[in-house]
Every structure is written in structure tokens, then in C-alpha cells.
């Protein structure tokens, strides 16, 4: 049963980061349908991360009400509606208003396995599951792109996506029986009281733990989204070329998370995050020193490789700093956190460098890396039963 709870997160993880990647591949076909502004992409995306944030806050209650089984079950049903929804959709209102129960459906199935996951397994695993978020977040543009090349539309890329998510739904429905078998499980999502966002807030730890949440995404998201424009524009990279090289970067996270897991069993939580913000401080350097172009390649993979580590990291570690009575709470407030990094500091970089300059992306991102390695290392004494230890 251990095993194949295990291979069930692993699945519902899959059908977590398919959905995630979508929106961007599909937006330019999307938005010739609808006849909107190439911008208003912007709107369906802060639509679903709004929506994310509030089902990470709740998350914790859904988990008590519905157990980890259920609250997976639920969600990935709801962002499979959303999904049908999408592929029906011929109005961008009509987008709008999907784009509700699509971000609904991501947060609190995130929140509660990360959790279940921190709670129960080894720290390999934390790892690996993101590794598999990474094969749904690569499978779902490369679905939508082999219906757009084959005349289908993107609307069918949805309805594919959804009718994989459907069947996710009914693997997951039908494992029920064995979530409630594990009697830690229920002990956790039944006996433990539901702390308030005010409460969570004032725990010391999360003073320093919540900020660094939110940079790990601010460094991530921001790497990402302005990287081919940095080459282009500053290092007189072609687009195509830099479009391959910014891929370097996502290469780097997956390989890294699979070998980090390997890792896990010879160094803690804090030594990895250490480990992972050093490596991606250097490969920031890189992108900053006057070195030869392909140099770039090489400070994108080690941005990547070095980030690999740090979020599965901090996830594995929340019940150690936490408490157990705390941590299933705190796991959606920083699953909040974390969204919300990800959705306001990327549009905030691009403007400072749209209206200073491209040269200080790298910049932007040495500060984020450092101030997220000073954060993760500040140590507090772990809490036990909700009290400070």
C-alpha cells in the first residue's frame, strides 16, 4: 500500500503540471478566436494564480474535511471541468470565468500532497514529485502542439488534457479505500485543529520561512519569462537560438530534482537548499560577467541545477520546523506564498527593466538568490505539538 500510494502522487502530480503549461502554448491560437489583445492573456493567467493563492489558503480545510485522498480527488476533478470548459469556450468571458475553478482545482491537490508527501516519505521523494510535475508540465504544450500541427485547434488540446485528467480523476476515486486505510493519514486530517492564517503568521520561523517561498518563485518565474529576452536584447543572441537556451534552464531543474533525491539520503534539508542557492548564485554570475556567449548556456543549466533542490527542499522540511500539528496549515500558507512570488515579481522585473534597463535582469536575480540563501539558513529551534521547542 505504501508503494502504491506513492505511484498514485506521482500520477496526480502528472496531472497537476500538465494543465500548468498550457495556457502559454495555446494563448496565440486562443487569442485569435476570441479577438482580443495579445495582453489579455495576462488577465486569464492572474485569473488562475488568484484563484491558486485561495485554494492553497484553504487548503488546510479541505484536507480535514475530505482527507488528502479525497481533497486530490476533488480537485483534479474540478480542474478537469475547467479544462472541458476551456475547449467549449468561443468568448473570453467565458475563459474568464473558467479560469476560476482552473486555478481552484491546482492549489489545494499542491498544498495537501506536498504535505502528505513532507509527513510520510523520505526527502527522495519530495524531489521526485516534482520531477513528475515536470513531465506534465513538458507533455501538456507538447499535446497541444501536436493537435495544433495536425489542423485539430486548440480547443481539442484541451479536450485531450481533459479527458487525461478525467481518467486521472477516476484513478484517484477509485483509490479512496486505500487513503483511509492509512491510519496516520486520518489521524492528521481528523485530530488536528485548523490554525488561522493570524495564527500561522505570527509562529517565529514563519518569518523568515514565507519570504523565502516567495523569492524561490520570484527567482524561478523571473528566470524563465525574461531570460531569451535578456540574450536577445543585451547579449545580441538570435531569438531562436535564445528560445533554445532558455531551455537549458527548465533542463536544469528536472535533472537536478532527479539526482537531488539520490542526494537526500547523504545531506539534510538546509544543506541542500545551501548547496542549491550557491550553485545558482554562480551560474547568476555567469550571466553577468562579459564572457563569451556560450557561457550563457552553461550560468542558465547552473541556475537551474541550482534551484533543482531548493523548493522540494523547504516543502520536505515544513513538518520539522513546523510541527505536525502546524504543518498541514502552514503547507498551504506557503503554497500561497510561493504563487503569489510567482505571479507579482515577474511583471514587476519587467517593468524596472522596461523602463531602466534589460541589463539589470541578471542583477535582479543575484538579489533574489542571495536574499532567499540568507533566509533559508536562519535556523529556529523546531516546534513540537505547536509550541516552541
Known amino acids: 500500500m505504501y508503494s502504491l500510494l506513492l505511484a498514485l502522487i506521482y500520477l496526480a502530480f502528472i496531472s497537476l ?6 495556457l502559454g502554448s495555446a494563448w496565440p491560437n486562443i487569442q485569435s478566436t476570441v479577438q482580443v489583445p495579445t495582453s489579455y492573456g495576462g488577465i486569464l493567467s492572474f485569473l488562475i494564480t488568484a484563484s491558486t493563492i485561495l485554494s492553497s489558503l484553504g487548503s488546510g480545510r479541505m484536507m480535514r474535511r475530505f482527507g488528502t485522498g479525497g481533497t486530490a480527488c476533488l480537485s483534479v476533478a474540478l480542474t478537469a471541468a475547467a479544462l472541458l470548459g476551456f475547449s467549449v469556450s468561443n468568448h473570453f468571458f467565458a475563459l474568464c470565468l473558467w ?10 491537490v499542491d498544498a495537501v500532497l506536498n504535505h502528505y508527501v513532507a509527513l510520510h516519505y523520505k526527502a527522495k521523494h519530495m524531489s521526485w514529485l516534482h520531477c513528475f510535475w515536470g513531465i506534465g508540465a513538458t507533455g501538456g504544450p507538447y499535446i497541444m502542439g501536436l493537435c495544433l500541427s495536425s489542423g485539430m485547434g486548440w480547443q481539442s488540446g484541451y479536450r485531450v488534457i481533459f479527458g487525461i485528467q478525467f481518467v486521472f480523476t477516476l484513478i484517484l476515486l477509485l483509490s479512496l479505500p486505500l487513503w483511509k486505510q492509512r491510519s496516520a493519514d486520518a489521524a492528521v486530517h481528523t485530530n488536528l485543529p485548523y490554525l488561522p492564517l493570524k495564527q500561522l503568521l505570527g509562529l517565529p520561523a514563519a518569518k523568515t520561512v514565507l519570504p523565502a517561498f516567495f523569492l524561490y518563485s520570484a527567482l524561478e518565474m523571473t528566470t524563465g519569462l525574461w531570460g531569451s529576452s ?15 537556451w532558455i531551455a537549458l534552464f527548465y533542463l536544469g531543474i528536472t535533472l537536478g530534482r532527479f539526482f537531488s533525491g539520490f542526494l537526500t539520503t547523504h ?10 542557492g550557491c550553485m545558482a ?6 550571466l553577468i560577467l562579459p564572457l563569451p556567449p556560450i557561457a ?13 533542490p531548493i523548493y522540494p527542499s523547504m516543502l520536505h522540511a515544513t513538518p520539522a520546523i513546523f510541527g505536525t500539528e502546524a504543518a498541514s496549515s502552514m503547507m498551504g500558507t506557503q503554497m500561497a506564498f510561493s504563487y503569489l512570488g510567482s505571479t507579482c515579481m515577474p ?6 527593466t522596461a523602463h531602466i534597463s534589460m541589463v539589470l535582469y541578471p542583477f535582479v536575480l543575484f538579489f533574489f538568490a542571495v536574499l532567499l540563501l540568507v533566509l533559508s539558513q536562519i535556523q529556529y529551534p523546531p516546534i513540537q505539538n505547536g509550541h516552541q521547542s
Do not use: E, K
Open 267 to 276: 545531506f539534510s534539508d538546509r544543506q541542500l537548499i545551501r548547496f542549491g
Open 230 to 244: 535578456y540574450m536577445v536584447t543585451v547579449r545580441g543572441i538570435s531569438t531562436q537560438t535564445a528560445a533554445s
Open 347 to 352: 511583471p514587476l522585473c519587467g517593468l524596472l
Open 17 to 22: 503540471g500538465l494543465p500548468d503549461s498550457l
Open 281 to 286: 548564485i554562480l551560474g547568476i554570475f555567469l
Open 296 to 308: 550563457l548556456c552553461l550560468g542558465f543549466f547552473l541556475t537551474g541545477l541550482g534551484c533543482a
Open 99 to 108: 479560469a476560476v475553478p482552473y486555478g481552484l482545482g491546482a492549489g489545494s
